[in-house]
């Protein structure tokens, strides 16, 4: 803009985008005043500038206007249906920018941001970080109150925070001796620790509860042996008495490496009775905070470095080196169940080379003559049937995966120290293990080595699981013993038990599945050779039939 009268240089005039909303662009609204001949900004109604004013402070615009629909910019976003429209003012859609596929409103579409309703919890802070835009109101009449209130509230949480803090009897602690502490979670083992710096026991325990993150207010802490501390000063005698004892077991290899004089271990005595003095003379069931009694040479080599801590909300302590046992257990586990994973993948990778060298062979089979009626010739050998290298192989992986269906069992099924089992819980009535059954399946007219594991709780729920694991074209509608025995009820199955599945025909040994086989391959090859009339067959009488019967019929016989 031009100079005003005596100024050195004019007023930047900034180009924006033209805003077409009736709130929320106050800062392009002007008036021009004929008698003067100037141009007035900001000339637009309270409302319009009050919107203007949080869009540019990043404030949400639904605590200046208390459940009004306007016209102002906005961003909206669709649910994962594509039926809700959730509609967010300029300052909330920034705060959420990231995590929404936001896309601009367009004008003359009055709406109140989502951040003010208190149903949308993922928006009940909106731009804020501990505020809630549903209970925060800055419109022109109480944005004063608001304010004084909040700054009431901030002072409070700092004294709350200050390390001299009145006392019930009305005095000030003053020069008080703060204790540095490393905080852990109980259960957590020495994982996740946090340095706080405290100089009363609520101040602590308030700590812990925030910076921890626990669920509810921190109520117990223990140290590293199991030892419930009430105040500071129990846990400083008890910093004091560990290391007095570290002190003591150190003290014979010391003897036992320098010679001194008589006056030294007098000394030492004298010293280490003098703390047991001390010791005693501060029972552990005191709950001041006070640390004034004890010596300050002793307690600025006790507070050098941070005493550690278990927090916990009322649950009894879990002993850390006892978590760091069973995680070494359960790493040793996972180790073990990796090893017979990767043993297994290298057997199935040896049992495929095995079958493809086989079938890439294809050496014919033997045809041995055998004196039974039923089968005159019996084949033996051939690309078909398996060697006994993969028949050996084949047991072996079978065992494998039972013994890693076992060590998944187990580790299912183990104690865990963090949160044991209750068994008296177990023992009532009132629950029941659900009862699943593992069992050995495989397919009708099939190699026992040829199935796989299954589960079910039902009958039913067997059989959908036989059809999926053994790949059938028709689901699975019978189940059969290895003998041929029929099963129908649930008690009959046992875990672990070898079952014949079937599709819905009678049970069938391998032996007859390839002697039908073979049956129908030799009528097609016949068929093929010498044409259909091949298989009709002729049947002449041995005496003279009586004349109603033809002296010469013809049958058509089917293969047995």
């Given at each position: 803009?031009?100079?005003?009268?005596?100024?050195?240089?004019?007023?930047?005039?900034?180009?924006?985008?033209?805003?077409?909303?009736?709130?929320?662009?106050?800062?392009?609204?002007?008036?021009?005043?004929?008698?003067?001949?100037?141009?007035?900004?900001?000339?637009?109604?309270?409302?319009?500038?009050?919107?203007?004013?949080?869009?540019?402070?990043?404030?949400?615009?639904?605590?200046?206007?208390?459940?009004?629909?306007?016209?102002?910019?906005?961003?909206?976003?669709?649910?994962?249906?594509?039926?809700?429209?959730?509609?967010?003012?300029?300052?909330?859609?920034?705060?959420?920018?990231?995590?929404?596929?936001?896309?601009?409103?367009?004008?003359?579409?009055?709406?109140?941001?989502?951040?003010?309703?208190?149903?949308?919890?993922?928006?009940?802070h909106g731009p804020f970080k501990v505020m809630d835009v549903a209970t925060t109101d800055l419109s022109s009449r109480e944005a004063e109150n608001t304010l004084s209130y909040y700054e009431e509230h901030l002072l409070s949480l700092r004294m709350k925070t200050c390390t001299q803090v009145v006392s019930h009897c009305g005095m000030a602690v003053t020069n008080q001796k703060a204790v540095k502490?490393?905080?852990?979670?109980?259960?957590?083992?020495?994982?996740?620790?946090?340095?706080?710096?405290?100089?009363?026991?609520?101040?602590?325990?308030?700590?812990?509860?925030?910076?921890?993150?626990?669920?509810?207010?921190?109520?117990?802490?223990?140290?590293?042996?199991?030892?419930?501390?009430?105040?500071?000063?129990?846990?400083?005698?008890?910093?004091?008495?560990?290391?007095?004892?570290?002190?003591?077991?150190?003290?014979?290899?010391?003897?036992?490496?320098?010679?001194?004089?008589?006056?030294?271990?007098?000394?030492?005595?004298?010293?280490?009775?003098?703390?047991?003095?001390?010791?005693?003379?501060?029972?552990?069931?005191?709950?001041?905070?006070?640390?004034?009694?004890?010596?300050?040479?002793?307690?600025?080599?006790?507070?050098?470095?941070?005493?550690?801590?278990?927090?916990?909300?009322?649950?009894?302590?879990?002993?850390?080196?006892?978590?760091?046992?069973?995680?070494?257990?359960?790493?040793?586990?996972?180790?073990?169940?990796?090893?017979?994973?990767?043993?297994?993948?290298?057997?199935?990778?040896?049992?495929?080379?095995?079958?493809?060298?086989?079938?890439?062979?294809?050496?014919?089979?033997?045809?041995?003559?055998?004196?039974?009626?039923?089968?005159?010739?019996?084949?033996?050998?051939?690309?078909?049937?398996?060697?006994?290298?993969?028949?050996?192989?084949?047991?072996?992986?079978?065992?494998?995966?039972?013994?890693?269906?076992?060590?998944?069992?187990?580790?299912?099924?183990?104690?865990?120290?963090?949160?044991?089992?209750?068994?008296?819980?177990?023992?009532?009535?009132?629950?029941?293990?659900?009862?699943?059954?593992?069992?050995?399946?495989?397919?009708?007219?099939?190699?026992?080595?040829?199935?796989?594991?299954?589960?079910?709780?039902?009958?039913?729920?067997?059989?959908?699981?036989?059809?999926?694991?053994?790949?059938?074209?028709?689901?699975?509608?019978?189940?059969?013993?290895?003998?041929?025995?029929?099963?129908?009820?649930?008690?009959?199955?046992?875990?672990?038990?070898?079952?014949?599945?079937?599709?819905?025909?009678?049970?069938?040994?391998?032996?007859?599945?390839?002697?039908?086989?073979?049956?129908?391959?030799?009528?097609?090859?016949?068929?093929?050779?010498?044409?259909?009339?091949?298989?009709?067959?002729?049947?002449?009488?041995?005496?003279?039939?009586?004349?109603?019967?033809?002296?010469?019929?013809?049958?058509?016989?089917?293969?047995?």
């Amino acid at each position: 803009m031009t100079k005003a009268r005596d100024e050195v240089c004019g007023y930047p005039v900034i180009a924006q985008k033209y805003k077409p909303h009736n709130n929320g662009a106050s800062n392009q609204k002007w008036n021009y005043m004929k008698s003067t001949k100037a141009f007035m900004a900001f000339q637009s109604t309270s409302l319009d500038k009050e919107i203007t004013a949080a869009n540019y402070a990043g404030v949400c615009t639904s605590s200046v206007i208390r459940e009004e629909n306007i016209d102002q910019p906005g961003y909206y976003y669709l649910s994962p249906s594509g039926k809700k429209k959730t509609m967010l003012c300029l300052a909330c859609g920034r705060s959420v920018r990231a995590e929404k596929g936001l896309k601009q409103l367009l004008p003359g579409l009055p709406f109140l941001c989502a951040s003010a309703s208190k149903t949308q919890k993922p928006f009940s802070h909106g731009p804020f970080k501990v505020m809630d835009v549903a209970t925060t109101d800055l419109s022109s009449r109480e944005a004063e109150n608001t304010l004084s209130y909040y700054e009431e509230h901030l002072l409070s949480l700092r004294m709350k925070t200050c390390t001299q803090v009145v006392s019930h009897c009305g005095m000030a602690v003053t020069n008080q001796k703060a204790v540095k502490i490393i905080a852990y979670k109980n259960g957590d083992g020495y994982r996740n620790g946090k340095l706080i710096v405290a100089g009363t026991f609520p101040m602590l325990l308030t700590e812990c509860t925030e910076q921890l993150g626990l669920a509810r207010a921190a109520s117990k802490i223990y140290t590293k042996d199991g030892t419930t501390i009430s105040s500071l000063r129990n846990l400083v005698l008890w910093a004091l008495d560990e290391s007095r004892i570290q002190r003591d077991s150190e003290e014979p290899k010391e003897e036992a490496d320098t010679v001194g004089t008589e006056e030294t271990p007098v000394k030492s005595m004298k010293g280490n009775s003098r703390m047991k003095v001390k010791t005693k003379s501060s029972p552990k069931s005191v709950t001041s905070d006070s640390l004034d009694d004890i010596d300050t040479s002793l307690l600025t080599r006790i507070l050098r470095n941070p005493i550690a801590i278990w927090v916990s909300c009322g649950e009894p302590f879990l002993s850390p080196n006892a978590l760091k046992k069973a995680e070494k257990i359960e790493r040793q586990n996972w180790l073990k169940k990796d090893k017979i994973l990767a043993d297994l993948d290298v057997m199935k990778h040896k049992m495929r080379q095995l079958k493809g060298r086989r079938v890439a062979a294809c050496q014919p089979a033997t045809m041995v003559p055998n004196k039974s009626p039923v089968q005159l010739v019996v084949v033996e050998g051939g690309w078909t049937e398996q060697t006994q290298e993969e028949i050996k192989l084949m047991d072996l992986i079978r065992h494998t995966e039972a013994h890693l269906s076992e060590v998944q069992e187990l580790q299912s099924k183990r104690n865990s120290l963090i949160a044991p089992k209750c068994t008296a819980f177990k023992q009532s009535n009132l629950y029941k293990q659900p009862n699943a059954k593992r069992v050995w399946i495989y397919l009708n007219g099939g190699r026992l080595e040829d199935g796989t594991y299954a589960w079910g709780k039902t009958i039913s729920e067997l059989l959908n699981d036989c059809s999926s694991r053994l790949k059938l074209a028709h689901p699975a509608r019978a189940l059969y013993t290895p003998d041929g025995e029929p099963v129908h009820s649930w008690d009959d199955i046992e875990r672990d038990m070898v079952i014949c599945v079937s599709t819905g025909h009678s049970f069938r040994t391998q032996q007859e599945l390839k002697q039908l086989v073979e049956i129908r391959a030799n009528y097609a090859r016949i068929c093929r050779q010498q044409g259909p009339q091949a298989t009709d067959i002729v049947l002449s009488p041995s005496i003279k039939l009586p004349s109603l019967v033809p002296s010469h019929t013809e049958f058509l016989a089917e293969p047995s």
